[in-house]
Structure formats: structure tokens, C-alpha cells
């Protein structure tokens, strides 16, 4: 089995920032993108960042010089460093990676449950 945890979310502030985290275990022959989605109620699924493979980088708009996307050395885990926290960004967070499970294998998209993010004074 393919399994994808995240921790880091929680309340905070808004200015304030939030480390988000994601691991990824079990029968896995490599990696290909890893990434977070959000959604927040009443409104559409967001891709908020994704890295891949070789550390190419997207970023969404309403994000982009406050939120930092990196992933480990053995490329297993995906992290999401949020910064200048706003209100807006409230949302379930959830990461996601292309995993290959053998070398026959094509790469499956496998999520993780989400993690909530609330901005609030």
C-alpha cells in the first residue's frame, strides 16, 4: 500500500506562518511530482504548489512570494512552508505524489487526507 500522511496544519493568526508536511510510505519505487492542493468551502479546488522530480517549482498566484515548496533528499516527503499567513488561505490542505510501484509500473496519483489550515484572529 501507497499512504500519504500530513501534519502540520492548525489555527493561526493572520502574518503568521505554518509548516505543512506530508510523508509518504509503503511500496514505492520512486516519485515523480509531489504537490498541495486546497479547498476551501463554497469554493473550487486549488493547486497551491507543486515541485518535481529535478525541483521545478509552480506556484499559484494568490500564493507566490509567501509560500515555499520543497521535498526531501530521498524524495519521500513534500513540505509546504507558509508564510504572511492571510484569512483567505483558510482551507483543507491536501498533498498528493505521482508514485511508481515497480519499474513496470506507470505513476499513479496517491493523496493524502487533508489537513485544515484556518487564518483567523
Known amino acids: 500500500q501507497v499512504q500519504l500522511v500530513e501534519s502540520g496544519g492548525g489555527l493561526v493568526q493572520p502574518g503568521g506562518s505554518l509548516r505543512l508536511s506530508c510523508v509518504v510510505s509503503g511500496s514505492i519505487f520512486s516519485i515523480n511530482a509531489m504537490g498541495w492542493y486546497r479547498q476551501a468551502p463554497g469554493k473550487e479546488r486549488e493547486l497551491v504548489a507543486r515541485i518535481s522530480s529535478v525541483g521545478s517549482t509552480v506556484y499559484a498566484d494568490s500564493v507566490k512570494g509567501r509560500f515555499t515548496i520543497s521535498r526531501d533528499g530521498a524524495k519521500k516527503s513534500v513540505h509546504l512552508q507558509m508564510n504572511s499567513l492571510k484569512p483567505e488561505d483558510t482551507a483543507v490542505y491536501c498533498c498528493?505524489?505521482?508514485?511508481?510501484?515497480?519499474?513496470?509500473?506507470?505513476?499513479?496519483?496517491?493523496w493524502g487526507q487533508g489537513t485544515q489550515v484556518t487564518v483567523s484572529s
Open positions: 498528493y505524489a505521482g508514485v511508481r510501484r515497480s519499474r513496470s509500473a506507470d505513476g499513479d496519483d496517491y
